[in-house]
């Protein structure tokens, strides 16, 4: 599911500052700790962090192969 997700970002929307704005956007909207000002923070670039390392891990290791990530060597 996340390299389907990755892989129409990345057809759809081509300018890099959408993309980034897209992660923080969803970071945001992910982060649920809001008691203060900066646990709100830090749970957010957690996200964006995690959110980076997939992109990164779907667009140049898995080379969006949907079906390399159900597939277990036996």
Known sequence: MIA????????YIRPRWMR?????????LLATNTATLGTFLQEAAFHV???????????????????????SPR
């Open 4 to 11: 389907i997700i990755v892989a129409l970002v990345a057809a």
């Open 20 to 28: 980034a704005g897209i992660v923080v956007l969803v970071a945001v």
């Open 49 to 71: 962090a995690i959110f980076a390392a997939l992109w990164f891990s779907v667009k140049h290791i898995v080379r969006f192969n949907v079906l390399g990530f159900s597939c």
